[in-house]
């Protein structure tokens, strides 16, 4: 089994910075896409950043510039250094990564983190 655990959430005023962390642990072969989702209240889930296996990333418009995705794969870790937060940053932000477990597998399969909660007093 797999499990995702996330850290790094919390409270933080406006123009400040916080740095997520989720490491994947487990029966793991490889790590295909990694990415950090985030859900504020009322709202859907939406996408952040994501990195793949090849570390391309993409980063959502809304948060371009200010925040940064990057994983270590030696660690089974991705990051999302998250600066000049804003009050419309606050979410609960949830780790995702497609994972292979072993050899025979030719589709990684979808992985959630339980959510870490981000909240940007104004």
């Known amino acids: 089994q797999v499990q995702l655990a996330e850290s790094g959430g919390g409270l933080v005023q406006a123009g400040g910075s916080l740095r997520l962390s989720c490491a994947a642990s487990?029966?793991?072969?490889?790590?295909?896409?990694m990415a950090w989702y985030r859900q504020a209240p009322g709202l859907q889930r939406e996408l952040v950043a994501s990195t793949t296996t090849g570390e391309d990333t993409y980063v959502a418009d809304s948060v371009k510039g200010r925040f940064t995705i990057s994983r270590d794969n030696a660690k089974n870790t991705v990051y999302l250094q998250m600066n000049s937060l804003k009050f419309e940053d606050t979410a609960v932000y949830y780790c995702y990564a497609k994972i292979r477990g072993t050899w025979r597998d030719y589709y990684g399969v979808d992985y959630w983190g339980k959510g870490t909660p981000v909240t940007v007093s104004s």
């Open positions: 487990g029966s793991i072969f490889n790590i295909d896409d």
